[in-house]
């Protein structure tokens, strides 16, 4: 499943969720509700393009 949605987000070109997603996979990651989770990739995506 997580490789079906990382490569959805590639040809999306959502470059910022992909990290977010990737590090939220991580054993050190922050337990996220729902929601926060979604504003949290969000927030990535839209930092990401900014920065660009």
Request: hydrophobic share 30%.
């Amino acid at each position: 499943m997580n490789t079906q949605t990382l490569e959805q987000m590639k040809q999306l070109r959502l470059h910022g969720m992909i990290r977010a997603f990737n590090s939220s996979l991580s054993p050190q990651s922050t337990d996220y509700t729902n929601d926060e989770f979604i504003a949290y990739l969000i927030q990535c995506e839209w930092d990401d393009r900014q920065n660009r």
